[in-house]
Structures are given as C-alpha cells and as structure tokens.
C-alpha cells in the first residue's frame, strides 16, 4: 500500500478541507472533507468528521458496516455542535471515505469530493457529486465535460449537516482488491483543474503514488494562478 496526501488552502486565508490516513495492521481507512459556510466554520465540521472516522477506525477496524458509522456519526455530531453553537447555517461539510482491509476496497461519499478508482492504469469509475450539475447529467440535460464550467457548479443538494429523512451517502459494495488498482481522493478544488484524462496519464507514467499526486498537484497549483482559488485536496493511493 502506497500512498501520499497533499492539502494546499489555495488563493483563501483558512483551509476548510480536512483529510487523514489511519491505519491499523493491514487496515487503512482514507477520509477526505470540504467544508462549507466560511468564516471557519466549515474548517471545524470538515475536521469534526475526519476525527469521527478515525476514532470509529480505531476503536473497532472490523466493523463490517464502519463506513454507514462514520456518516452516520459524523452527521450526529455536526448537528449537535450546530444546535451547541447557533451555527446551523455554517457547520457543513462533503465527505469520501476508502476503506481497505482483508483485500477488499469500499468507500462512499456525500457531496461534491471525489473518489477516482483506476484499474491497470486506467479509470474505472468515480463517485457522482451531489450536485446540481450532475443531477443535470443524469438528466440528460448536460454533458458531463461541462460540470467543471456550469455556473451552479457549486450548488450542493447533499450534505454532512443539514438534517436529512433518509441517508444523505451513498456507499458502495466491497469488491476485491487487485494488484495495480489505484485510487485518488480529492476536492473540488483540486480536480476542478485537472482532467480525468491527464490523472490517468500521470498514473500510467508514475511508479508510486507520491510521484503521482506531485504530478496532479503541479497542473493544480499552475491552474490556479491569478484565480479565486479554492481550497484543494488530494490523497493518492496505489496497491
């Protein structure tokens, strides 16, 4: 297991995305979140939630439903600081989680961060935002190589803190890992100026997950000269 994480607060005076590596044995558990509502605010729920996925790692890794624990905490635990603090408007935050043990991968999300996963180099599959655009995709009404661009790119429909009937993530079913499958975490910031295309070539001429995400990184930070740019953050992982 080899892997790298980078977070850069961009052109903003605070980092509001928060993201950890936690391993115990031969488990790891990757959380990555991007908080929402300014002023800091999203800084604390974006960390409260990556805190609550490693104490729920940590306290029991074998868990065969930790990922649905971890949303299902994390949300408890941003509302009840909402409710503490008056602060139901600030405190929010997206989330991804990969969890790999017993040579298997699973993950899930809420929002707009990402989950990439590559298989012998190239892209199999992604986790889909939350989002008006993508809602718009799914649709019919707009095609994907457009959501970067779209002026309600940033309109969010799912959430870690806003209250919710029925589950808010959506997680998907463990599947084996193989040799040579890599993956990458990221927010907004980060692949809003890069191309799935270009991840892939990187990875293609990388030989471990450092080099890779200092590759990604580099179009990132030269992407984002001279802009508004937002938080950005990324954990790359190869098996």
């Given at each position: 297991m080899d892997y790298k994480l980078i977070s850069n607060p961009g052109s903003r005076e605070i980092n509001e995305d928060s993201a950890a590596v936690f391993k115990k044995g031969d488990s790891a558990l990757f959380v990555l979140a991007d908080g929402l509502g300014g002023h800091g605010r999203g800084e604390v729920a974006s960390a409260m939630f990556t805190e609550t996925?490693?104490?729920?790692?940590?306290?029991?890794?074998?868990?065969?439903?930790?990922i649905e624990r971890?949303?299902?905490?994390?949300?408890?635990?941003?509302?009840?600081?909402?409710e503490e603090e008056h602060a139901?408007?600030?405190?929010?935050?997206?989330?991804?989680?990969?969890?790999?043990?017993?040579?298997?991968?699973?993950?899930g999300h809420v929002g707009d961060s990402r989950l990439y996963h590559f298989r012998s180099g190239k892209l199999q599959r992604?986790?889909?935002?939350?989002?008006?655009?993508?809602?718009?995709?799914?649709?019919?009404?707009?095609?994907?190589?457009?959501?970067?661009?779209?002026?309600?790119?940033?309109?969010?429909?799912?959430?870690?803190?806003?209250?919710?009937?029925?589950?808010?993530?959506v997680i998907v079913e463990p599947a084996a890992a193989e040799d040579g499958e890599a993956f990458l975490l990221c927010s907004d910031g980060f692949w809003e100026l890069i191309l799935e295309k270009e991840m892939q070539k990187l990875l293609?001429?990388?030989?471990?997950?450092?080099?890779?995400?200092?590759?990604?990184?580099?179009?990132?930070?030269?992407?984002?000269?001279?802009?508004?740019?937002?938080?950005?953050?990324?954990?790359?992982?190869?098996?």
């Open positions: 996925a490693g104490e729920l790692f940590e306290a029991e890794p074998e868990a065969e439903d930790l971890i949303f299902e905490e994390g949300q408890r635990r941003i509302l009840a600081r909402q139901r408007n600030e405190l929010k935050t997206t989330g991804v989680v990969l969890l790999v043990r017993n040579g298997s991968c699973q993950w992604r986790t889909l935002d939350h989002s008006v655009p993508q809602m718009l995709v799914s649709a019919g009404e707009l095609r994907e190589s457009k959501i970067r661009s779209h002026p309600d790119r940033n309109r969010l429909l799912r959430v870690l803190g806003t209250e919710w009937e029925t589950p808010a993530y293609q001429r990388s030989s471990t997950a450092e080099e890779w995400l200092e590759a990604m990184n580099g179009i990132v930070q030269k992407r984002g000269i001279k802009k508004d740019m937002d938080n950005n953050t990324a954990i790359a992982l190869r098996l």
